[in-house]
């Protein structure tokens, strides 16, 4: 098993819709989560963090966190063909080192 | 303020070659990490530091790959010799504490 599992997709919504992106991981003792954006050919982009159970927004951007569940999710509202990129999934583990263990990401496709 | 700085943007190289990648990190920042990205294993860490000093180098591949930290505004990755399996894009990463992950352009390596 993976640490850190996102299915790598293509996920595809068109413009205007609710992208749902999902994130499962390993390490129960987990305490800081991550959702980073990236362009082809760009490097990783942070666009949120979040560290206790609940919803956490930012513009179109809502991530939430069920520790119980070991489920992070990423919810795009308004998609945008912009938003199309890869979202990588990460996490710091139980031993709060600092150490990123990132999933393998998923594709977001927003048509137009 | 500036983000992270990495040197050369792009890399290409003959196998057996030395090769060095140079990072700069966010000024204040305490922790420093070197990663490499590549479409068959995703996002890698490799190494990295906390004020200077390597914390776990367990992601570095070979022998051949070697990376320092003399002071707080610089690190080198060096592969030496090269070969074709490490043309990648290599990655550095800076953060305060153990909080968000900033990550700077990336080198593209290309070992022929």
């Known amino acids: 098993q993976k640490e850190v599992e996102q299915n790598s997709g293509p996920l595809s919504v068109p413009e205007g819709a609710i992208a749902s992106l999902n994130c499962t991981y390993s390490d129960r003792g987990s305490q800081s989560f991550f959702w980073y954006r990236q362009y082809s050919g760009k490097s990783p982009e942070l666009i949120m963090s979040?560290?206790?159970?609940g919803d956490k927004e930012d513009g179109r951007f809502t991530a939430q966190l069920n520790k119980a569940s070991q489920y992070v999710s990423l919810l795009i509202r308004d998609s945008q063909p912009s938003d199309s990129a890869t979202y990588l999934c990460a996490v710091i583990g139980s031993g709060n080192t600092g150490k990123l263990i990132f999933g393998q990401g998923t594709t977001l496709q927003v048509k137009p | 303020d500036a983000g992270v700085i990495q040197s050369p943007r792009h890399e290409v190289t003959e196998m057996g070659q030395e090769v060095t990648l140079r990072c700069k990190p966010i000024s204040g920042h305490d922790y420093l990490f070197w990663y490499r990205q590549t479409m068959m294993r995703g996002l890698e860490l490799l190494i990295y530091f906390n004020n200077n000093v390597p914390i776990d180098d367990s992601g570095m591949p070979e022998d051949r790959f070697s990376a320092k930290m003399p002071n707080a505004s610089f690190s080198t990755l060096k592969i030496q010799p090269s070969e074709p399996r490490d043309s990648a894009v290599y990655f550095c990463a800076s953060s305060w504490r153990r909080n968000e992950q900033f990550f700077g352009p990336g080198t593209r390596l290309t070992v022929l």
């Open positions: 979040i560290y206790s159970n």
